[in-house]
C-alpha cells in the first residue's frame, strides 16, 4: 500500500512525503546510495517542517513539535 492509501484508510488528514532517488530503475544496481538517499530525504523534510513554522507548533513552544527538546 502507498502512503496515502494508509493514510486515507487511517483518516490522517494531512501528510508530506519526501523520497529520496538511490538509482534509475537499474536492475544491476546495488544499494549503495540507499543511505545518501534517505538521510538527504529526512534533511529535507525536516527543512520543509522548520519553514512550516507555527502551523506545526504546540502552544507554548518555541521549537517545531516534530523535534526532540534540544
Given amino acids: ?6 493514510a486515507e484508510t ?5 501528510r508530506l512525503v519526501v ?5 534509475h530503475a537499474d536492475p544491476a544496481a546495488d544499494d549503495r546510495y ?3 538517499a534517505a538521510r538527504a530525504s529526512a534533511e529535507v ?5 522548520d519553514r512550516a513554522g507555527p502551523s506545526i507548533t504546540e502552544p507554548g513552544r518555541t521549537r517545531p513539535a516534530w523535534r ?3
Fill in 19 to 23: 523520497e529520496g532517488v538511490m538509482d
Fill in 10 to 14: 487511517q483518516g490522517v488528514p494531512h
Fill in 45 to 49: 523534510l525536516c527543512a520543509l517542517l
Fill in 1 to 6: 500500500m502507498g502512503v496515502r492509501t494508509v
Fill in 34 to 36: 540507499r543511505r545518501f
Fill in 68 to 70: 526532540t527538546p534540544a
